[in-house]
């Protein structure tokens, strides 16, 4: 066996984890989840670095998946910029965990952290804290209810201090 096949292996198990001391809710109804949602502030990364008006549209495929489309202006550039995944349950489909892949074989865990018993707000993370997206079904969140959410990503060690605030403001124009 090749020397980095085992590294690699086990790199790409750890993907589809947890981070440490943080649960995926429960009583995860993956129907209402459904649906269009807005990013409110993002951890940066290089995939959706620059972007503005981001959202995820979250829709059921023939074999029970998840078609994940994400969805941002590259402000830079002056253009849309679109990623479309598969998304499937990491276990239990009541649990929030799912694996999301946008490059074929390889998933990465997306893991909802927090819900309100409505599903307008969430909270999702990755595989460790260097993600963390909080997420509404409208392009903003009252401070009331946003507070609660950051206060819970504090708690659980995320930075919020470094979160991105996306603008959602107008609909810019661009290819």
């Avoid at 292996?9 to 649906?35: H, K, S």
């Avoid at 507070?147 to 124009?173: C, M, N, W």
Wanted: net charge negative.
């Amino acid at each position: 066996m090749k020397k980095w096949l085992l590294p690699f292996c086990l790199w790409l198990a750890a993907c589809t984890g947890l981070p440490e001391n943080v649960e995926p809710v429960q009583g995860f109804e993956l129907n209402r989840y459904l649906g269009k949602w807005y990013e409110i502030a993002r951890l940066d990364h290089s995939f959706e670095r620059g972007m503005s008006h981001v959202t995820a549209q979250y829709s059921l495929n023939d074999d029970g998946s998840v078609k994940v489309v994400n969805r941002g202006y590259l402000v830079e550039d002056g253009k849309w910029k679109e990623a479309v995944g598969r998304a499937k349950f990491a276990g239990d489909p009541g649990t929030g965990h799912l694996e999301v892949s946008f490059f074929g074989p390889f998933y990465a865990s997306y893991v909802v952290v927090a819900l309100d018993e409505n599903y307008r707000h969430a909270m999702v993370t990755g595989y460790n804290r260097d993600y963390l997206w909080l997420l509404s079904r409208e392009p903003t969140i009252p401070g009331a209810e946003l507070k609660p959410l950051l206060q819970k990503a504090r708690e659980l060690g995320y930075d919020t201090d470094r979160l991105i605030f996306v603008d959602h403001r107008g609909e810019p124009s661009g290819d």
